[in-house]
Antibody
Framework: EEELVESGGGLVKPGGSLRISCAAS????????MDWVRQAPGKGLEWISS????????YYADSVKGRFTVSRDNAENSLHLQMNAVRAEDTAVYYC??????????????WGQGTLVTVSS | DIQLTQSPSFLSASVGDRVTITCRAS??????VAWYQQKPGKAPKLLIY???TLQSAVPSRFSGSGSGTEFTLTINSLQPEDIATYYC?????????FGQGTKVDIK
């Protein structure tokens, strides 16, 4: 079964750092672009980052550019999001998602269950 | 950036009704528009990609259409299990923006 499982969420103080991860299984992780999407409590979905299969092409939303860094380890089938200088407005459930473009379906066709990041003093 | 505006933000309909949600893009001509369904406490689920292609295992009462800057998601014969919030997303250019969501309820 194709699956994504996030981990690493928790409580972090404003200005602090946190690294969240996403473990992929059931598919050839190294061939897919991967995205991060977040959802603040009671709010809509916000796309925040995308990384190509080879890590050669990386994109960020303006809201996180310069503070968050996406990376991947294809040998370990894992995706990471390093979050620095976090703010209260970064409080959200963070989802990793697979871009199915390589299969002809450019859309986020597999999602993890999400990991909650809370920024508070 | 391409802004996506969904309408309505909320709708209430009866079981069996046909429901239509609209997604308008602020600029450009989008080809890669997707629709997602999200139930409370759950991750989003892909329904439609490429404007009108139904994702595998999604019921055929869901359909997508549109072109250019205006797109629609239609649910033919609304079912109780369709209670959810629906989001459109454009994947043509970065940032890959989402619409603000449409919450669907049953009367």
């Amino acid at each position: 079964e194709e699956e994504l499982v996030e981990s690493g969420g928790g409580l972090v103080k404003p200005g602090g750092s946190l690294r969240i991860s996403c473990a992929a299984s059931g598919f050839t992780f190294s061939t897919y672009r991967m995205d991060w999407v977040r959802q603040a409590p009671g709010k809509g979905l916000e796309w925040i980052s995308s990384i190509s299969f080879s890590s050669s092409f990386i994109y960020y939303a303006d809201s996180v550019k310069g503070r968050f860094t996406v990376s991947r380890d294809n040998a370990e089938n894992s995706l990471h999001l390093q979050m620095n200088a976090v703010r209260a407005e970064d409080t959200a459930v963070y989802y990793c998602a697979r871009d199915g473009a390589v299969d002809g379906a450019r859309a986020l066709n597999i999602w993890g269950q999400g990991t909650l990041v809370t920024v508070s003093s | 950036d391409i802004q996506l505006t969904q309408s309505p933000s909320f709708l209430s309909a009866s079981v069996g009704d046909r429901v239509t949600i609209t997604c308008r893009a602020s600029q450009g001509s989008c080809s890669y528009v997707a629709w997602y369904q999200q139930k409370p406490g759950k991750a989003p689920k892909l329904l439609i990609y490429g404007v009108s292609t139904l994702q595998s295992a999604v019921p055929s009462r869901f359909s997508g259409s549109g072109s250019g800057t205006e797109f629609t998601l239609t649910i033919n014969s609304l079912q109780p299990e369709d209670i959810a919030t629906y989001y459109c997303q454009q994947l043509d250019i970065y940032p890959r923006t989402f619409g603000q969501g449409t919450k669907v309820d049953i009367k």
